[in-house]
């Protein structure tokens, strides 16, 4: 029996090492985890945070935006165009006259130099304004060609990205109001998973630079007040998973364990004979 352990002994040493390199691979999915203060943060890892993010206290959390969204590159547009300060748009609206529109199924798109091109004025640069900003800039362009012109800008691609909780379940979800709430975000979604931790969600949002994450509870009714909160396009809304060691765990080993159970069955038979 020495003998054939000896003779073995590698065969099991590989399946052992197989085993505990399966272990490693225990919630590796899981993302943007935050140290804990209790633990030293090396320097490298404190650079990165005062160069691209900053945890921030859930008692500082916004409910309402601090600004109006900001047109970026990317973000396509559409935008309807009326003469006589919007007379026609009136007009049509009471059943006299005709509304009188100009692109208004059309998608405009903020080029990554920071133009768009548009009909009649040509090349456009709205790049950092925000809505208004962007339609009296447009209402002075068009003011050349058309009489009074009454214009209105619609960003149609401003959206979310939510993570549920669980692999497989990501969802980008578009913004059809300006005041869409995290409640509503989530539910849109399909809400937060089995494996989804309530009380562990991060918001993070882009501001000034930098993506701030700010801690959210919604495990118990105090969590009601960031229910309402209003998210912005491009936010990222992060619920963390529960762990799940043991599922984890038997989950990666179950396949090593099936391939021990075969190889002890074989080393049975032979030892036998």
Do not use: W
Request: charged content about 20%; glycine content about 8%; aromatic content about 10%.
């Amino acid at each position: 029996m020495k003998k054939f352990c000896s003779k073995y002994y590698k065969y099991f040493s590989i399946i052992a090492l197989l085993l505990i390199t399966a272990s490693c691979g225990i919630n590796s999915s899981l993302m943007l985890k935050v140290p804990k203060e209790s633990e030293p943060k090396p320097d490298s890892l404190k650079t990165i945070q005062e160069k691209y993010y900053k945890l921030y206290d859930k008692d500082s959390i916004p409910l309402l935006p601090r600004e109006d969204y900001r047109i970026a590159i990317d973000d396509k547009f559409t935008f309807t165009l009326s003469t006589n300060d919007g007379k026609n748009i009136l007009e049509g609206l009471a059943g006299v006259g005709q509304v009188t529109t100009g692109g208004a199924q059309t998608e405009y798109l903020i080029r990554s130099d920071g133009f768009t091109v548009l009909p009649v004025v040509g090349e456009v640069q709205i790049i950092g304004f925000t809505v208004k900003q962007a339609e009296d800039t447009l209402k002075k362009m068009f003011s050349k060609h058309y009489l009074n012109p009454f214009l209105q800008i619609k960003i149609t691609n401003q959206r979310v990205i939510v993570l549920p909780g669980d692999g497989g379940q990501a969802e980008v979800v578009y913004l059809k109001n300006n005041n869409t709430t995290l409640m509503e975000i989530i539910a849109s979604a399909g809400g937060i998973s089995s494996r989804g931790r309530a009380n562990r969600i991060k918001l993070i949002r882009f501001i000034d630079g930098k993506r701030i994450i700010f801690p959210i509870d919604l495990s118990s009714v105090n969590g009601l007040i960031y229910a309402d909160l209003y998210v912005q396009a491009n936010d990222y809304i992060y619920v963390e998973p529960n762990p799940n060691i043991a599922t984890e765990l038997l989950k990666q080993t179950a396949p090593i364990v099936g391939i021990l159970s075969g190889v002890a069955v074989i080393f049975t038979i032979i030892n036998r004979f």
